[in-house]
């Protein structure tokens, strides 16, 4: 307690106390990647959110003081931080996609995907503006962030978002509601397509679990908070992404698209299908290792897709 009083009588403004969690983080050599990239931003969120304000606010408001209960909350969330190396996301249950807020716990992955730019360009040029999907699948969805985001920009089309775990539907259940999507997006318990058999799709959208075995032995500990089912995927990452690959073509109409999130294993992906002509995205708010494919091309190698099964 002496501690924090001392703390608590030296600092005072809320830029005090964004100041102090970056020292306190960067001391403690914390890792970042669940939707922010330093001690700084870090600490600035945790504030925020301690004092209910938004994250943007006017300069002058930095220089507000904090009353003394106010000043031990925000202490506090540092400490836990620091101390259980858990992610922001995961304190606050908000993490933002595609530029829209979710509530995350640790059922879920936070929400990290490239696919957000994409879909805030509507898939262009993939996908023509005067040919929006009616129909699209969010595989292996999560928190939902990308079935609900796909149905905030293509706000006519039918979105199914499944997922193997119940734990992740819920919460998927909790965003859809928030959104006020509940007749747009629906949640739907499945192993990879087993729940959506005869259904087919204009558009299919996966980032499923692509880890491989050497990434999830080397993982920093706040990835160890995450659902492992929903990181690591066999010793090479692909288990699930064979079998999208080579049950795919089914589920998608004739003009479908497949976008696929592999990010590191795009490496295996490459030497498992040296012969495939997948297409590679670049993004230029960053990230890496998403592919597309068009249903005729999946129809065209089935039998390389198949044959990676076994």
Known sequence: MNKITSVTDQLHTIADYCRYGATLFNQAELFYGHGSDNAFSDAHTLVMYALSLPAEVNSSLMNCRLVETEKEFVLALFNRRVEEQIPVAYITNIAYFSQLPFYVDERVLIPRSPFGELIEQQFSPYIAANKPPKRILDLCTGSGCIAIACASNFSDAEVDAVDLSIDALNVAQINIENHGLSEQVIPIQSDVFSGVEGQVYDLIVTNPPYVDQQDIDSLPAEYLHEPEMGLGCGADGLDIVRKILAEGAKHL?????????????????????????????????????????TKSQLVAYAASFVAALK
Do not use: Q
């Open 253 to 293: 109409t004739e003009d479908g698209l497949l976008f696929c999130e592999v990010g590191n294993s795009e490496v295996h992906v490459k030497a498992l299908y040296p012969d495939i002509p997948f297409t590679w995205l670049t993004f230029e708010r960053g990230g890496h290792g998403v592919f597309m494919l």
